[in-house]
């Protein structure tokens, strides 16, 4: 499985630009709280870390992966928002939801930082089963909101 393959939780931050000014909206998604909620963690403790100010980190909530798009445009149509990083957890079940979530979500976003032109990051964990989320939050493939934070920090200095 490529996830199981590619970790970004340990990363490489000798070359990260300047975050101490830039302004980051969180959009996570309350379905699967429990795991989001520790996403959310890995991505504003990451964010703080790595020179980020607590006041300039907006944490919003979102009924369920679907409304991450619209939540992300919320944020990000302000000028002064620098990136926005979407956390989400779908679970595939028994019919094809997953897929329409999921492919609304990846298209959405992407018209959002397009639109904006500003980075609006996938932080999407989509899974068969709750373990490989869990897997993907707090275990053995790191923790996907970490390196959603990551993925922004790299986007601001590009
Ligand atoms: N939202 C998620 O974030 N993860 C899910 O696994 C998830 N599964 C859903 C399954 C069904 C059958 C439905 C109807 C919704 C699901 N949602 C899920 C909620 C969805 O993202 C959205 O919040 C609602 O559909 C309201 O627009």
């Not at 992407?110 to 373990?131: A, D, M, R, S, W």
């Amino acid at each position: 499985m490529a996830t199981a393959l590619q970790n970004l939780s340990d990363y490489d931050a000798s070359n990260f630009t300047d975050i101490s000014e830039k302004r980051f909206g969180l959009v996570v998604a309350e379905w699967n709280r429990e795991i989001t909620d520790v996403l959310s963690a890995g991505a504003y403790d990451t964010l703080l870390k790595h020179g980020a100010k607590a006041e300039n980190i907006y944490r919003n909530t979102v009924p369920g992966s679907f409304e991450l798009t619209l939540g992300a445009q919320f944020l990000a149509q302000h000028d002064e928002m620098d990136a926005v990083i979407c956390l989400g957890v779908v679970i595939r079940g028994e019919t094809k939801h997953d897929d329409y979530i999921c492919h609304a979500v990846a298209q959405g976003i992407t018209q959002v930082g397009l639109k904006f032109n500003k980075p609006v990051i996938f932080g999407l964990v989509t899974t068969n089963t709750l373990e490989q989320a869990w897997d993907r939050a707090s275990g053995k493939h790191g923790n996907k909101g970490v390196e959603a934070a990551v993925a922004a920090i790299q986007m601001l200095g590009f």
